[in-house]
Each structure stands twice: as C-alpha cells, then as structure tokens.
C-alpha cells in the first residue's frame, strides 16, 4: 500500500498541484527539489534555477510539508549533457528531455527517494496517467505497468516519458494526468498558489531552461564553431556561411543577407560540412513519409506480432504533433529491433537524433532515435542519378 509519496517539486504549477492533490488524499507527502545544472559552468550565466529552487521551498512551506533538495548535476552532465553535446557535434538534433526523464529524474532521481527518504513511489507533474491507478492502487495485482495518455490530449507528455524502464513506471504517479491544464490552474488560484497559476510556462532544455541569448550562443560555449557553406538544394550554389552544422535543425529559418525569400534547412552533409537549404517553409525537400529507427524501448513488451509482421500504430516526434498512423515492423537485416516506419501522412522536417514515440490506443509503447530519413517529395519527383545521389550524401548523418 502507498502511504509515503515523494513529489518531484519543480517551482511550477503542475508539480505544486500533485503535491497538494496527494496531500488532500490523505498521502504523506515529501517535496523534493532535484538541482541538474550549475549556472557556474556557463559564462554569462543567466540561469533560473536559484529562483526555481526558492519558489520550490515556498510551495512547500504553504502546502505545510517537508522540503529537500538533492543535487543530480553530476549525474546529469554525464548521463544527459555529453550525450547531447556528442549527437550535435555529429550533425544530429537530440531531445535531451527525453534522456533526462530516463535517465536522471526516474531512475537514478527516483532510486534516491526510494532508497533514501523511505517513500512507496514518486509523484511528478507530467502529464500522464498509469494503468495502475491514480494512487497505484491496481499495483497488487501483478501486472505489467502501461503507460497511458493524460486527459488533457493537448498537455500530452508522454513523448517525454517513452524511455522510462518498466521497474521506474511501477513507482510513479503522475496526480494531474487525470485533470486538465485548466483545472490544474484553478485549483492553483484557490489554494493560495495563483501566482504559479499565471506564471510562464518553462520552455529549452530540461533543468537548463530557455536562454535569452539563444541556444546558438550556449552551445558555443561547448561545441567550437566550424565554419561552413550553405548551398541550395535545386541550384546546387552556395546562397551563405554557418558556424557549425551543430547550430541548426531540419526545417528551422536561417536569415542570410540580400535573400527576399525565406530560406530553411532542408538538409545536412556532415562530411563536406554542409547545410542544404531550400526556399519556402512548405518546399517538397522538407517532408518525407518514411524513416527507420536505432533499436526501440519498449515500456512493456515489444507489440504482439511486431516481429512476424507489420502494425498499424500511431507515432509522433515532437510533443506538440497530432499523432499520425503509420505501418511499423522491424528491420529484419538487424538482430536489434530496430523499425522501418512507412506514415500515412508526410511529415514535415523529420530529424535524425529526435524520438519517434509509438503509440496502441490509449498508450505509449515506447520509443526509438529517428536513425535515416526516407526520400523527401523533393528527391521524389527528382529523376537524375545525380539527385538521389545528393540526397543520400544529405541524409547521411
């Protein structure tokens, strides 16, 4: 049986709720606030989390209950920041997010609790539900734990939770995925947190936050520049300069100077050093309806039959996407599991590096790092050698 739950304590509006809401249903409740990042190991840092830090301590002196804060910036840099930092230097666009929910928060974050503050499960503000129950009630029956899709489908967040370990699901609550943002924020309001319910929400890379000199300037500071050519995917002639292949993604406007048209990448050649551009934000270069994937994470278990023949699932590779059908199998060349996805729907700038979620209903079955982009509309419609050929050199992250 739950008695004891310690909550993920962030200084926003979601965390406070699921704190509150435990402890309205008679829950011993912890706070915890987890320090990921140190604002010294940048220069000119302008780093938020001293205040978030403080606004976590306060939400917890008004809920009237224990307060800690427990330092994860080790395990974080090395878990999460070097892999990202390597997958950029590699011409690759990662969803550290995704890594640090998996790696830190419920694993190691989560282990600490378990082990150290003498709490059944941890309780965050994700939304998300479990097929355990709201208070985990179901745990005893002994079945697996499933991931599922929060009430709020515009709040999803279980792209973000797609690589969490069965062992780490059994543990966790999630108290506002069966509620919606709105009714999170006005139960805020009338508890005495309506300072929270009106505050922005946070936005960049996890626990690092947004930076008000852009993400280009930080990760400068760790990845060197290397300066390169920006050539035009139908002429073939260099249209401008970049810094570093690490700077940009697929899909994102570059400004270059004396151009009217809006310009966007549509394409990297890692080896030459290259970005391939195109214009318009709507150019047949930037949708694809095809890619594979390195080996899937699987919450549960692999799907029934995904190994003998195709499905039909949902997917999506970036949290704010409606979920798109698409025949997934795996790539029978490869002892891993790794997947061959065909969508119904082209989809525009699908980036290597990223998470393709995967989706049965109501729940999240897993996830896989996008490896290989299939041919563009662009590549297409495109019939000389010489333009497959461009293509392959493009995509060949």
Same mark, same amino acid.
């Given at each position: ?42 220069? /000119? ?25 427990? /330092? ?22 990662? /969803? ?146 970049? *810094? ?60 029934? /039959? ?87 050199? *493009?995509?060949?992250?």
């Amino acid at each position: 049986m739950i008695r004891r739950v310690a909550v993920g304590i962030s200084g926003g509006v979601d965390s406070a709720v699921s704190a509150l809401l435990l402890k309205k249903r008679g829950f011993e409740v912890i706070g915890v606030y987890m320090k990921n990042w140190e604002p010294s190991d940048e220069d /000119n840092s302008i780093c938020d989390g001293t205040r978030d830090a403080q606004t976590a301590q306060s939400v917890c002196e008004r809920l009237n209950i224990p307060f800690k804060s427990v /330092n994860f910036v080790k395990e974080y840099w090395n878990d999460v920041f070097l892999n990202m930092l390597e997958d950029y230097q590699s011409g690759l666009t990662p /969803n550290p997010d995704i890594l640090c929910n998996s790696k830190v928060k419920f694993d190691k974050f989560q282990k600490y609790c378990l082990d150290n503050l003498g709490v059944d499960a941890v309780a965050t503000g994700h939304y998300a539900r479990n097929s355990y129950g709201e208070n985990l009630e179901l745990a005893h029956r002994g079945k697996r734990a499933k991931l599922l899709k929060p009430i709020d489908r515009h709040k999803d967040q279980t792209i973000f939770l797609s690589q969490m370990s069965q062992h780490s699901l059994k543990k966790a609550m999630f108290p506002v995925g069966s509620i919606t943002k709105e009714v999170v924020k006005k139960i805020a309001s009338a508890s005495g947190f309506e300072d929270l319910a009106k505050k922005k929400e946070s936005m960049g890379i996890c626990f690092i936050g947004k930076r008000k000199d852009g993400f280009q300037n930080f990760i400068r500071q760790y990845v060197s520049d290397r300066p390169g050519e920006i050539i035009d995917i139908e002429s073939k002639k260099v249209i401008g300069t970049h *810094n570093g292949i690490h700077q940009w993604t697929l899909g994102q406007r570059v400004r270059i100077g004396g151009l009217k048209d809006k310009v966007y990448i549509c394409g990297k050649n890692v080896f030459k050093n290259e970005l391939i551009s195109c214009y318009g934000s709507d150019h047949p270069s930037l949708f694809s309806d095809s890619f594979t994937t390195k080996e899937a994470h699987w919450i549960d278990r692999p799907p029934r /039959n995904l190994c003998s023949d195709h499905l039909t699932l949902e997917y999506r590779f970036q949290n704010t996407h409606p979920l798109t059908p698409a025949s997934v199998r795996v790539s029978h060349k490869e002892k891993k599991c790794k997947l061959s996805v065909i969508s119904a729907l082209r989809q525009r700038a699908i980036t290597p590096g990223q998470f393709a979620a995967f989706y049965l209903g109501d729940e999240c079955l897993g996830s896989a790092v996008i490896d290989k982009v299939g041919p563009s509309l662009y590549d297409m419609k495109c019939h000389k050698g010489s333009c497959i050929k461009q293509f392959e050199l *493009n995509k060949n992250y």
